[in-house]
Structures are given as structure tokens and as C-alpha cells.
């Protein structure tokens, strides 16, 4: 690059395109930091003219001194001819808002950790405590001192095997004043005798020995113990969840990037539940979290409930709500009321107000786009009714798989596995519904379609709400009272179909193959407590269809016909959105059962306590929530991709009049 290159470029603006235009050309190879060409050539012309990287754009046309554009030139032809990264050459590294020293000591500080640091680790760590957290194989030290900055009531941890990275790491904690951060010298845990945390953050090297080698020319700069990780790319990633555990507190998390060894890891080890992180920012799933249980839900909009039964409260975690809805404690009540127990003879007689706090996420009654967090207090449990099952599997109840999955479990009034955790999806479902109303005018509503052998005569959907049972025709309420009072008087109980219904729903929602609108449905529904089937449209009655009848016809006027359920290749087409599930009989009975306890005896079980002779007639209100949840996922995530798509076909109503 020669000085009659200098004289024809004359602003900031001229050198950050010549030196784009140049590394593109060039074949470089970017991730360190940086991920193209645009932003490495913008650091390093902010960097040779000494300016700051939040410079405002009214400068991009400030004109140059020639010895200012040489100085630039030299760095541009240096990434060029010796393919060092900007950030080795620079000494510089932006990692989760921070600036890091950056040079060939440790690796350039780059990881999606850093979303989940800027976001509070949320949903991940909704519930918990950290006191005490460890960034393993800390490098330059940017996880620790980042989770250190943004956290300053936590004691951080950060231990690497090399005392050239730590001596790197130590520079970066006294740039960025971490003072409560700890540097260690540590072969992974080797060195942590006795030290437990609540939450431990590593990315190791994983990359495979063939990997390594045949890296771009950029990588060589870095150190080779940063990224090599034998043949797999798992030498290191096996030893820390071989060891975690014993270094983490009671219902601590371990997050650990794994790079592209995902598949490879799943199976090795196929008996470990794990998590894996979608990254927003970054669009990808690169990192997984250590095996946590999955008490997550959606992707843009996501759910997190935490809590049992009888424990002091529930909750949950709602991340993705857009900014600008406004909320209110008092707007949960309706259709809290509507799930709640003690409201009738027909359901259990546990008797809970159900009032909403909301902690966070909402300001002078709008949401502010920050995790929402709401919370329930329990204040009706009555656990001795459960004192003579602590050690016995009531038959048909998930006590026998969770003391297998688990080796320990919550007996008073089923812990986890209680229908008591739907409150917190009710509660974030009326955020959904809100949402999903105002926004594209969407109502989801739902009814009880078979009791028993008991299904409908008739259907009004003015008179779902004025009974108990949510039973779509009136006449029949009677029948249904008198079947519940002598099967409660038997001790015995049945199962129950509920039917979800959301109107006016855009034609566009959902997506193919592995995000299908209909596949994350049926997920959702059969995630509610004693669901055993769902169906969308027609459902398995479709077996018994020819193509003929199947097909929704499209007419000018409307669809003929909804068999399809308003779903089609797993995208909505505008017509109704249509869902039943099953729910099989509560197994909680008066009447004696079989079964064993944890030691292998056989043991005869009678279950005491308040239950519902039928789950199924307080489900309504549930599986309306986990549809209006999915839809507005579904809606996030169609804007995001698709937001700005428009056709000029028509869209036709998605029904015919009358």
C-alpha cells in the first residue's frame, strides 16, 4: 500500500472501505473478536488514529494528515501479509461491553457467554443464589472479570494451567478494577480442594487435533494450548463434568461451550439430560450447559417456572416480552380464578389466592423488554397428608421415574410433577394472550370437549364461562354435576378432553421441518401435567379420511373446511388454529392400589390428601396459556426472519360465511 494509495483516499470513511474492500479480497480470515471484514478494518483504522471506538459518525468524513493514512496503511498491509488478527494487533478486545488487553499470550477474548453474562445468565439462573461463581480456563481472564463487573456482590474465580494467560488475566483484572475477582493457578479443578460455587462458567479448548492443524494462518498466533483438545475435541470438556459436581453447591449450574462437538457429546453420554443455549445475538447453538433439568420454554419468548407444591412459593421467568405492554398485577386474576382450586366440589378443595408480585420487568406498568419475573406464595399446603408416602410410589404418579432420574424426591403433594406448577403457565400465558390480542387482534379460548364418556350435545361458546366445567352446552351441566358427586363418592376418578381454539391468527406463524407451529403445540399441550395424546385439526380421525374430504379447499369467499387445523407444513394459514388434548384419570385415589416402596417391598398404597377426581376440568384455562405461548414465540420469531415479507396474494378468510 504506497503513498499514491494515501493520496487518494482522503476521510476516515475512504480508509474503512479501501481497507474492507482489501481484506475481503485478500481472503482473511475473521472470529477473532471480529467477524468480518467491516468491523476489523474499522477497529484498526480507530486504532491507528488514535480514536475512541464509540467515535460518533459526523467524523467519518473528517479528512486525514498523509502521515495519519500511512500509519493506518501499515496496519492494514500487516493483517494482510502476516495474517495477524486486529485484535493482536491492536491490543485491544471488546468482550460483553468491556475492553480487554488482548496479545498472543491467551486467546482473543470472544464467546457467546458473554450474551448470557450482559442478560444475567437468565432464564438460567431465575430461582437461584450466586455468591460464589468460577470461570474455568479463564485465559485473558474476560469471563471471570466480566462476570465480576456486571456482578459485584459475587466472589469470581478465575484458574488457568498457563502463567503467561494469568499473567495476561492480571493486567485485565487491574484495567477493569475487578477487585472481587480471584486469579488461580489450577489444572482445571486440581487445585480447588475444598471450593464449591454456585455457578461455574468454562470454555476449554475443543477443538480436535485435525481441526487444530488445519487452521487458518490467523489462529497460529494464539496459544496451542487454548485450542487444542485431542482427537474429539473432548479431553478437557469430559474432565470438568466428570469433576463439577463435586465443586458445585446444592443446585448450582454449570455452563460449558463445547464448539462443535455438540452431536459427538450427546453420544457419549446419553444418559445425561443437557441444555443447550440458542444464542440470540449470535444465532447459533454453540455452547451447552452443564445437565439441567428442562423447565425452560420457547425461544424468542421464553418461560421459566421454578417451585413445588409445597414449597413457599412459585414462579417464573419471562424473557423476550417486547417493551411497552402494559401490565398489572390485578390483569392476572381472571384467569388464575379460573385454574384455581377450592372453586367447586368437582375439583380439590386446597383453597390458594393465587396473587400475583411481579419483581421485575415492568415500570409505571409497562413492560421495559427485561426479564419479567412473578412470583406466587403457597399458603395452603398441608404436607402431613403425605407423611405415610415419603418412601412408597403411588401407582400411575411420576414418583417412581423421578427417584430413578433423581435418587431423592419431593412426596408432599407430588413436588414438582403437581399440576400446582401450571399456575406460573397460566400467569405467563396472560401476558402471551395480551400480547398477542393487541398486537394482532388473536383470541385463544378453550372448552372441556369430553368428560368420561360424557361429550357435548350442542355448543355455544357463551356459556363455556358460566360453568365449572367449561362445558360448551348449557343442558347438560346437570349430567355432568351428578356424574362427578358418585364418582367422587366411589373414590374413583376419569379422564377428560379439552379442546384450544385460537382466532385470527396470521397466516405465516411457525416454521418447517424442526420449528413446525403444530410440532411445538403438541410439545407444549403434552407437556401439561397428565396429558397422554394431542391432536391438531382432525387429528387421528384423519386416518379414517380420504384426500378428498381431508382437504381444506381454497375458495375466494374462504377455506371450505378446516381439517388441517389452521396448520399446513407446519406454518399457520389463517384459519382457526385448532387443538385437543387428553388427559388420562388423577391416580391420586381413596381406594387401595399395589405397589412398592423405594427398598423393593410390596406395599398396599391409599392416597390421602385434597385432589381433583378430574384433572381435566380445571385444564382449560392451561392449555389455552401453553397455546397463546407458543403462538407469540411463533410471532417473535416471524418477525425477526421474515418481518419485512409481503405478497400480493390476498389473504382469504378462514372460513366460509355460514
Known amino acids: 500500500m504506497t503513498a499514491e494509495t494515501a493520496a487518494e483516499l482522503h476521510t476516515i470513511i475512504d480508509l474503512i472501505r479501501y481497507g474492507t474492500s482489501r481484506f475481503n479480497a485478500a481472503g482473511l ?24 471506538h464509540d467515535l460518533g459518525p459526523a467524523y467519518g ?16 498491509q500487516r493483517r494482510i501479509d502476516e495474517r495477524i488478527p486486529a485484535a493482536y494487533l491492536t491490543g485491544e478486545a471488546w468482550f460483553a461491553g468491556l475492553s480487554f488487553k488482548s496479545d498472543t499470550r491467551a486467546l482473543v477474548p470472544r464467546s457467546p457467554i458473554a450474551e448470557l453474562i450482559e442478560c444475567g445468565f437468565e432464564p438460567w439462573l431465575a430461582g437461584r443464589d450466586v455468591s460464589r461463581a468460577l470461570d474455568l480456563c479463564t485465559g485473558s481472564g474476560c469471563i471471570a472479570i466480566a462476570m465480576g463487573h456486571y456482578y459485584p456482590n459475587w466472589e469470581v474465580d478465575g484458574v488457568d494451567l498457563s502463567d503467561e494467560a494469568l499473567s495476561l488475566a492480571e493486567e485485565n483484572k487491574e484495567r477493569l478494577q475487578a477487585h472481587n475477582v480471584t486469579l488461580l493457578k489450577s489444572d482445571l479443578f486440581n487445585g480447588l480442594t475444598g471450593r464449591h460455587y454456585d455457578l461455574i462458567v468454562t470454555n476449554p479448548p475443543y477443538v480436535t487435533n485435525d481441526e487444530t492443524d488445519a487452521l487458518p494462518q490467523e489462529y497460529s498466533y494464539e496459544p496451542d494450548m487454548g485450542l487444542r483438545a485431542g482427537d474429539d475435541g473432548l479431553d478437557l470438556v469430559l474432565k470438568i463434568l466428570r469433576d463439577a459436581p463435586l465443586h458445585l453447591s446444592e443446585d448450582g449450574l454449570l455452563i460449558c461451550e463445547v464448539g462443535e462437538s455438540e452431536q459427538h457429546l450427546i453420544k457419549l453420554l446419553p444418559e445425561v439430560d443437557f441444555a443447550w443455549v440458542e444464542f440470540k ?79 421485575s420487568g415492568v415500570y409505571e406498568g409497562l413492560t421495559t423488554g427485561t426479564p419479567i419475573a412473578l412470583l406466587i406464595r403457597n399458603t395452603d399446603q398441608r404436607s402431613k397428608d403425605y407423611s405415610n408416602i415419603g418412601q412408597q410410589f403411588r401407582p400411575g404418579h411420576a414418583d417412581y421415574s423421578y427417584w430413578h432420574k433423581y435418587g431423592i424426591r419431593d412426596p408432599r403433594g407430588g413436588g414438582r410433577s403437581s399440576a400446582r406448577e401450571t399456575t406460573m403457565r397460566v400467569a405467563a400465558g396472560v401476558v402471551a394472550k395480551k400480547w398477542l390480542a393487541e398486537r394482532f387482534g388473536v383470541t385463544v379460548r378453550g372448552y372441556l370437549s369430553q368428560l368420561g364418556e360424557i361429550t357435548p350435545a350442542g355448543f355455544d361458546w357463551s356459556v363455556v364461562e358460566d360453568n365449572p366445567f367449561f362445558w360448551p352446552h348449557a343442558a347438560q351441566v346437570p ?10 363418592k366411589s373414590g ?21 421441518i424442526y420449528g413446525k407451529l403444530d410440532g411445538e403445540l ?10 397422554k395424546g394431542v391432536e391438531i385439526g382432525d387429528g387421528f380421525a384423519s386416518a379414517m379420511q380420504k384426500g378428498t374430504e381431508h382437504r381444506d379447499l381454497l375458495t375466494p369467499q374462504g377455506f ?10 407446519g406454518i399457520s394459514t389463517g384459519q382457526p388454529v385448532v387443538a385437543s388434548m387428553v388427559l388420562k384419570p388423577t391416580s391420586s385415589l381413596r381406594l387401595p392400589g399395589e405397589s412398592l416402596d423405594t427398598a423393593g417391598n410390596v406395599v398396599e398404597v391409599v392416597t390421602t390428601g385434597r385432589h381433583d377426581p378430574c384433572v381435566g376440568i380445571r385444564a382449560t384455562p392451561i392449555a389455552e396459556a401453553m397455546m397463546a405461548l407458543v403462538l407469540m414465540d411463533q410471532a417473535l420469531r416471524h418477525r425477526a426472519q421474515c418481518g419485512d415479507v409481503g405478497t400480493i396474494t390476498p389473504r382469504i378468510p378462514g372460513q366460509l360465511d355460514g
Open 522 to 531: 403438541a410439545a407444549a399441550l403434552m407437556s401439561i401435567n397428565a396429558v
Open 61 to 76: 468524513q473528517a479528512r486525514l494528515l498523509r502521515e495519519e493514512k500511512l500509519a493506518v496503511l501499515e496496519l492494514f
Open 281 to 359: 445475538r449470535t444465532h447459533h447453538r454453540i455452547g451447552g450447559t452443564a445437565p439441567v433439568s428442562s423447565n425452560s420454554f420457547g425461544k424468542l419468548f421464553t418461560v421459566t417456572t421454578f417451585g413445588e407444591s409445597h414449597g413457599p412459593a412459585i414462579g417464573c421467568v419471562i424473557d423476550g416480552c417486547p417493551p411497552g405492554l402494559a401490565l398489572d398485577a390485578a390483569e392476572f386474576s381472571h384467569d388464575l380464578q379460573r385454574r384455581a382450586t377450592g372453586k367447586s366440589r368437582h375439583t380439590s378443595a386446597r383453597r390458594e389466592a393465587d396473587e400475583i408480585e411481579i419483581l
Open 29 to 52: 480470515t475473521f472470529g477473532h473478536s471480529y467477524d468480518n471484514a467491516l468491523d476489523e478494518a474499522t477497529q484498526l483504522v480507530l486504532h491507528g488514529l488514535h480514536l475512541p
Open 479 to 488: 349430567e355432568l354435576e351428578a356424574y362427578m358427586d358418585a364418582l367422587r
Open 560 to 569: 371450505a373446511s378446516n381439517h388441517a387445523g389452521g396448520i399446513l407444513g
Open 492 to 512: 374413583d376418578s376419569v379422564g377428560a378432553c379439552v379442546d384450544v381454539v385460537a382466532d385470527n391468527v396470521p397466516p405465516g406463524w411457525g416454521e418447517p
